[in-house]
Each structure stands twice: as structure tokens, then as C-alpha cells.
């Protein structure tokens, strides 16, 4: 089988290209990559004009929520959304029930990606059992099943001397921790960011150094352990700077940033939305460009949704009562595109590169790029659409999103994974013989 897209601009960080090039695709793989290359008797052409053409998006940071909370989102829904949203790979937290803490739990998200077979899902084992935070998970045993990383999002690990064993462990493994940095001392109660608005709002506050005490303190485990650490969804100037420094004296410190906490302030929460209650949550627009100029700087190696769907009775009820999350999978790209990109505030090859060789690098896996030889996993932008934001319309079960109603310029126009189109402006192209949802 052979694939040619034509004509679009390629954009691939690792290979160092940015052109007017055709793609050929044969039997799932990049069989070659030039201008001008002969269609004689190829049957399957894509104009690709006026698009954006680049190797598979990877988001690292998902809530699958299966197993256990099929009803918030389930791995058909989750890779159908991922698809839609122009992710060819996706790694899956293990905050499900049971959690993935051992290679049982590890091995259903795994064989079940595989029968759903829409993108690749790399499942994240739990640092702790039950994410309790005391004792430590199956460790061995997941990265055996085939575990990428260890974390215990939504939770941090409170206790230190928990964190450091962790770390010690998965420095014998190769693995990096993907530590959720809240010190829940500080947090506790809170709704959100701590500071003129939650004041304003009369509403409980989360002071930034929640979330800078916990980085400090899990990079200093990590330049104890020598370990890999990545931190997750990052949202203050102090996590910035202690990662900032954390790297320069040569630490195995990396960190992602959501597009909410690129794109939004607190400021927003005055309508008290619900969809707007995130952990961390939404901060000050001090925050959010240090968070934008540190993208700039190569401070932060990736962007990743924090995709965390939730059921509408969660999320339909008291500011103080809604479950915290965004379900980001299919606003991701156009948000980055429309908020950042148009606007010149980030290049698009570095909005790629945040979103394929980052994410890679992050994993210590092989980067993505389109060489012969290599999956033809490859995601196209189209950079002029523009369309409204519909959670309606989304693949996802999580319809929670601040982003509802926004008209956005920038969306993803075609996902091929392994040489297969799985996805075209935002729809499904092939269909699924798994049956309902
Ligand atoms: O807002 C959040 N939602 N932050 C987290 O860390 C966890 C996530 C969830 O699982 O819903
Ligand atoms: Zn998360």
C-alpha cells in the first residue's frame, strides 16, 4: 500500500527540515521524502497544500480512566479523541481503579490499546500502591509489562523519604518519575490560585509555593538519587527557576505545561465555571508568560494536555464541590496554534518540536521523525481553519472544557498512524469493529 502527500510544508525538528516536500508512505512506513516525487500509478494522493505536515504528536500526560471509570472515559473514547486531536501516541496515567500499581492492571490498558489498535498507548505505573503514597508499587514488575514512566498524579507523594526510595528504584530501572508537585499542606481546601482574584471571587486559595516547595524538593531527590526526574504540568516562575537551575547544574530534571496554564488566568474563573477548576489551578498572567517565555527558552521540554475528562455530574454542580480537571485532547493543538503561533508568542517548529521530539526525549525513546525506514506516524495542521471550540463534538466522554465557544484558527486537519489516515478534520475516518462507545 502507498501513500503520497503532496505539496505541504514539512516540518521536522529532528531532521533539521522546513519545506515544500512531498511525503511517500509505503506499507506503514516513510519510504522517501523529496521534492517532486513521481505519482505514476499511485492511487491514494493527499494534497497537502497550504497544510502543515509533521511526525506523529505524541501527549504524555492522558487520563485514560479506564479501567474503573468508564463512565469519565474509556480507551475506544480516549484514543478516538486523541486521534481527532492529532495524537498518533499517548501515555495514560495510573489513576484508574485499580490503579495501574502492578503488571496485571498494566497489561489490560495494554492489550486493550492494542484491540482498539487507534494510537499507541505507553501506560505510566504508579509510583505507590493505591497511590497512597506509602508503599511502593510493582515497580519491576510494570516496567516489565511495559510501563514508560512512574507516577502517582492527581496525588503527590507527601512523604520524602517514600519519594526518595521511589527515585532510587527507578534509577536502576531507566525510567523517569512524573511527579505531580503540590505540597498538600499548602493546597488543601484550596480552589484556586491564591491572590487578588480569590480574594475578589471569595474563593479558597492555592498559593503558588504549594506547587514550588515540592519541586525544589523533588529536585533535590533526584540530584541525591541521580534519577530522571519530569514534573509534571508546571504553572509557576518558581517551579521555572528551580527547574532552570536544576538543569544548568545538570540534573536529570525535565517538565511539561499544559495548553490551559499557557493560555489562561484565574481571571476567568469569575463566572465560577466549573470547567475552569484545574489542579493546578489557572494562575496570573505574571505566571503565564514566564511559562510562555520559558517555552521559547528550552527551559520546557514539552507540552502535554493533562487530559482529564469528567463525567457532567461532576462537573454541573458548586464550584466547590466540581471534580478538578480539562479534558484537552481535542482543543490541544488549536488552542496552541490560534493562542500562541498566530500571534507570534511561539514558532510553529517549536510548537512541533514541544509536541514530537520533546515528549520523546522526555521518554528517553528514539525521536520521531520522517525518515525512510521509520512508522509513518505523521500529524497535518491545517493553519487557516478556523472553527469553534463544540465539546459536543468531541470523541471524548469529557466534555469539560474552559475553551467551549472559543473560535479558533489552527486545527488538525489529517492523523496517520503506521501509514493508515485515522483521522480527517476532526472526524474518525475509519470505523471501529469494537462496537458502542
Ligand atoms: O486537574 C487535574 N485533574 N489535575 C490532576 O492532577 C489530576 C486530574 C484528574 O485525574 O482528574
Ligand atoms: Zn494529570
Not at 474563593?203 to 514550588?212: F, K, S, V, W, Y
Not at 509536541?355 to 525521536?367: A, K, N, Q
Request: proline share 5%.
Amino acid at each position: 500500500m502507498k501513500l503520497l502527500i503532496r505539496g505541504g510544508r514539512v516540518i521536522d525538528p529532528e531532521n533539521n527540515i522546513d519545506g515544500i516536500l512531498d511525503v511517500l508512505i509505503e506499507n506503514n512506513k516513510i519510504k522517501a521524502i523529496g521534492r517532486d516525487i513521481p505519482v505514476n500509478g499511485l492511487r491514494d494522493i493527499i494534497n497537502a497544500e497550504g497544510k502543515i505536515v509533521s511526525p506523529g504528536f505524541i501527549d504524555i500526560h492522558v487520563h485514560l480512566r479506564d479501567p474503573g471509570y468508564e463512565y469519565k472515559e474509556d480507551i475506544i473514547t480516549g484514543s478516538k479523541s486523541a486521534a481527532a486531536g492529532g495524537f498518533t501516541t499517548i501515555c495514560c496515567m495510573p489513576n484508574t481503579d485499580p490503579v495501574i500499581h502492578d503488571g496485571v492492571v498494566a497489561k489490560y490498558v495494554l492489550n486493550r490499546s492494542r484491540e482498539v489498535g487507534l494510537v499507541d498507548i505507553l501506560p505510566i505505573g504508579s509510583i505507590t500502591r493505591n497511590l497512597e503514597g506509602e508503599e511502593l508499587s510493582e515497580m519491576a514488575e510494570l516496567a516489565e509489562a511495559g510501563c514508560v514512566a512512574f507516577s502517582d498524579d492527581g496525588n503527590p507523594v507527601m512523604r520524602s523519604d517514600v519519594m526518595r526510595h521511589a527515585l532510587d528504584y527507578v534509577r536502576m530501572l531507566n525510567l523517569p518519575i512524573f511527579s505531580h508537585c503540590e505540597d498538600l499542606n499548602l493546597s488543601r481546601n484550596g480552589l484556586v490560585h491564591e491572590g487578588y482574584y480569590s480574594t475578589l471571587y471569595g474563593l479558597q486559595g492555592i498559593p503558588a509555593q504549594a506547587e514550588d516547595v515540592m519541586v525544589a524538593r523533588d529536585v533535590g531527590l533526584a540530584t541525591l538519587t541521580g534519577a530522571r526526574l519530569h514534573v509534571c504540568h508546571i504553572s509557576t516562575i518558581g517551579s521555572l527557576q528551580i527547574i532552570k537551575e536544576a538543569k544548568t547544574a545538570g540534573a536529570h530534571v525535565t517538565c511539561e505545561v499544559t495548553p490551559h496554564h499557557l493560555t489562561l488566568t484565574g481571571e476567568i474563573v469569575g463566572d465560577y465555571d466549573p470547567d475552569t477548576k484545574v489542579n493546578p489551578p489557572l494562575r496570573t498572567e505574571a505566571h503565564v508568560k514566564a511559562l510562555v517565555d520559558a517555552l521559547n527558552k528550552g527551559i520546557i521540554d514539552c507540552i502535554a494536555t493533562d487530559h482529564a475528562p469528567h463525567n457532567i455530574e461532576c462537573k454541573d454542580c458548586e464550584y466547590s464541590e466540581a471534580s478538578t480537571g480539562i479534558s484537552g485532547l481535542e482543543t490541544a493543538v488549536p488552542v496552541i496554534m490560534d493562542k500562541l503561533v498566530n500571534v507570534g508568542l511561539l514558532s510553529i517548529t517549536d510548537m512541533i518540536r514541544l509536541f514530537t521530539v520533546g515528549p520523546c526525549r522526555v521518554l528517553g525513546i528514539d525521536p520521531v521523525r520522517l525518515s525512510p525506514g521509520y512508522t509513518a506516524d505523521i500529524t497535518i495542521i491545517d493553519p487557516n481553519e478556523v472553527r469553534r471550540v463544540n465539546p459536543a463534538t468531541f470523541y471524548s466522554k469529557g466534555k469539560n472544557t474552559p475553551f467551549k465557544g472559543m473560535e479558533l484558527r489552527g486545527w488538525p486537519w489529517m492523523t496517520i498512524k503506521g501509514g493508515r489516515i485515522i483521522a480527517r478534520e476532526g472526524h474518525l475516518v475509519q470505523s471501529m469493529s469494537l462496537g458502542s462507545q
